[in-house]
């Protein structure tokens, strides 16, 4: 069956696994609020939220239907179409950047193979590279269309932030293109399939790139763009009711994503050691392989929280000092050891 | 018509559209904002010619840098109607002229130009980041390095202006 | 100066080393803090179901004593209020008239018995200077209301049920 030249069966597949990709990324930034809160009691000596349900799993719900029924305030002064497309835009380039990272192998369903990836586009970091920047517009738009000088500042703030360290991510990411040789992420998941995990060859540059996805999620200790206390709160300082849950919400998601993302550069993505000698094969390695990816993301969010709850806030000119005077220069001896190396290797 | 025409002509009406929109809207925020969705559609007809690493490249470069520091500024200038100045009669001459003779003399480049048809089957391959690599780094070496360099200048330019205060 | 402790620390003010310039090992030092204290056991009090513990001298909101018989201890002789140090509590004496024998224990009896728990500090003088057993203090706590007004108690909310009524 086609139409207009597309099959609708290839179709319904990627129609499918698009939604499937939403609704987990949904689904995990939702219970990462319930996650951080607990996180936060543990660490703090506390339980957190017990009430909702049991070992309070009802509590994203609750919160997100408190949300949904607050009173929606636009101020008077603020630009309305802008006001509420800062919200929307924050969620759109949250959800975009799944498209790209294989979340498994194939599954096999008779006949036909279902590839776990809705899209392995041959650019596949730079896709994710240029949706984290596009993220910078939900911040600004929101921020200048609330017409309050506090969240005009905030936003400036934001997104001098993520330009920044936009910069240091991205050559910490040459280097592991120099290794790998393809800018697909498929293609690098295979090779630590058949390899070692890349985090070997590449210990510095994951750690720069830890460092910028944390300030890139505006995770603490990079929270300024939305310092609750000291700042005055942040670029969302207007809003209210589900369209600040939507910002709020897109930073789990974006944090959800970035952890996967690390897992899949650098610690073997859907792979995972002994992946070929267990005996396994078709879709029950693949179903396997999928959980080690899980497994690994939901390590890194925990990591996330973990370090949220540790670290105090870095002030604005550390911030910057950090992103432009320690992590450019490392991200660029980086490079240079990772080219020296490669290049004494094929000689 | 096939899926291709539809999407193509959907983006052009797009680009066309907000190409306009830049132009006209008196809000310079709203400008900005038309010309990111213009670049976006551009964006799209890269993708559309298979060249996926311009389109990328497009959207890092354009969206989501360039773009950002227009918006800045503009954000941060705060314009507004009230503050803007009464501009002058003869500039708005000099504009008009300077305008029309630009569009003189890019129709008459696109009169004379031959519009060389792309082979699809041949060159579909061309915007690929490994063809691209390859003509880059081998053909134009030269070039791209001597435009590194005019970049790097640019930024030691910045970095001395910077430091003056 | 002697100090006061043995626990007293000189500030460290030389200028950081390398190691410390890079702050990596006081960020793991930092982490592995917190990652202990996630398995610490929990300090949480689940209230409703659980409560916590009073010590045995606890003092807590008042009552107004009566004996046996029911009949109010208290004989208004103001020890109570001369004692407390936040002047919280006031009160109005009366005689007692023909008839009222089996109301209050004495010829004399608080016809007004205030306190106001917002300027009360528990600090448990009233009860010490009673010389009847009147006042006495309870393992409760004054709870929330919306009004000022509300935490003036009157002898209402203070005495104590009768026995006799009860039985």
Redesign the interface.
């Known amino acids: 069956m086609t139409f207009l030249g597309i099959d609708l069966l290839f179709a319904l597949e990627k129609i499918l696994l698009i939604s499937a990709v939403l609704a987990v990324s949904l689904v995990v930034a939702m219970y990462c609020t319930w996650g951080e809160r607990k996180v936060a009691g543990w660490i703090q000596d506390r339980i957190g939220p017990d009430r909702a349900g049991p070992l309070g799993l009802l509590q994203p719900l609750a919160d997100g239907g408190k949300l949904f029924f607050k009173e929606e305030i636009i101020p008077t002064n603020a630009n309305r179409g802008l006001f509420i497309l800062g919200p929307s835009l924050a969620m759109l380039t949250a959800c975009m950047t799944g498209a790209v990272l294989p979340w498994g192998d194939t599954l096999t369903f008779g006949n036909t193979q279902v590839s776990l990836q809705v899209a392995d586009i041959n650019v596949g970091i730079l896709y994710i590279f240029g949706v984290v920047g596009l993220g910078v517009y939900g911040i600004m738009i929101g921020g200048w269309a609330s017409n309050n000088k506090f969240s005009l500042l905030a936003a400036v703030r934001g997104a001098s932030q993520i330009i920044s360290y936009e910069l240091a991510m991205g050559l910490s990411l040459i280097a592991l293109l120099m290794l790998t040789g393809t800018l697909s992420l498929k293609e690098i998941v295979e090779q630590q399939r058949a390899g070692y995990w890349n985090v070997v060859y590449q210990p510095l540059g994951f750690f720069l790139f830890l460092i910028c996805a944390f300030a890139e999620c505006n995770r603490a200790p990079f929270d300024l763009p939305e310092a609750e206390n000291e700042l005055n709160g942040g670029y969302h300082l207007e809003y209210s009711s589900m369209k600040l849950g939507f910002f709020l919400f897109a930073e789990y998601i974006n944090m959800f994503i970035s952890s996967a993302l690390m897992a899949t550069l650098y610690f073997g993505g859907y792979s995972f050691p002994y992946m070929d000698q267990i005996g396994l094969d078709g879709n029950w390695l693949t179903i396997l392989g999928m959980g080690a990816l899980f497994f690994k993301t939901i390590c890194f969010i925990f990591f996330f929280m973990w370090v949220r709850w540790t670290l105090p806030r870095f002030r604005y000119d550390q911030l910057m000092k950090l992103g432009w005077k320690v992590l450019i220069p490392l991200a660029l001896v980086n490079m240079l050891i990772t080219g020296a190396l490669i290049l004494w290797q094929q000689s | 018509?096939?899926?291709?025409e539809?999407i193509f002509i959907i983006l052009s009406v797009v680009s066309i559209v907000t190409a306009l929109g830049v132009i006209i809207s008196k809000n310079p925020?709203n400008s900005v904002?038309s010309l990111?969705v213009l670049f976006f559609s551009i964006t799209c007809h890269y993708v559309m010619l298979n060249a996926?690493?311009l389109?990328?490249?497009n959207?890092?470069v354009y969206?989501?840098?360039i773009m950002?520091l227009f918006?800045?500024v503009i954000?941060?200038l705060n314009l507004n109607s009230e503050l803007e100045p009464q501009k002058r009669n003869w500039l708005k001459y000099a504009g008009a002229v300077s305008g029309g003779a630009l569009l003189l003399v890019i129709t008459g480049i696109l009169r004379s130009a031959s519009m060389a048809s792309l082979d699809m089957n041949t060159a579909s391959d061309i915007g690929?980041?490994k063809n691209l690599g390859n003509v880059l780094f081998k053909q134009y070496v030269v070039p791209f390095e001597i435009s590194s360099i005019l970049f790097l200048s640019a930024m030691i330019g910045a970095v001395v202006l910077g430091k003056k205060d | 100066m002697e100090a006061l402790t043995n626990r007293a620390q000189a500030v460290d003010r030389r200028p950081m080393n390398f190691w410390e310039r890079i702050y990596i090992p006081a960020i793991m030092k930092g982490l592995g803090i917190t990652f202990k204290h996630l398995f610490r056991k929990k300090a949480t009090v689940r209230f409703p179901e659980e409560t916590r513990q009073f010590s045995p001298v606890f003092r807590g909101l008042h009552v107004l004593n009566r004996d046996e018989e029911g009949r109010e201890n208290c004989t208004a002789c103001g020890l109570c209020a001369v004692a407390c140090p936040a002047e919280a509590i006031t009160m109005e004496a009366a005689e007692r008239k023909e008839g009222e024998e089996h109301l209050y224990r004495e010829e004399k009896y608080a016809a007004r018995y205030e306190i106001n728990m917002l300027r009360c500090i528990f600090c448990g003088f009233c009860e010490e200077a009673c010389p009847k057993d009147a006042i006495y203090m309870t393992e409760t706590f004054a709870p929330a209301n919306y009004q000022r007004k509300g935490f003036i108690y009157g002898k209402d909310d203070l005495l104590i049920p009768n026995p006799k009524e009860k039985a």
């Not at chain 2, 018509?1 to 291709?4: C, G, T």
């Open positions: 018509m096939s899926l291709h539809i925020v904002l990111i996926q690493f389109a990328i490249v959207f890092i969206m989501g840098a950002v918006l800045f954000m941060l690929l980041i």
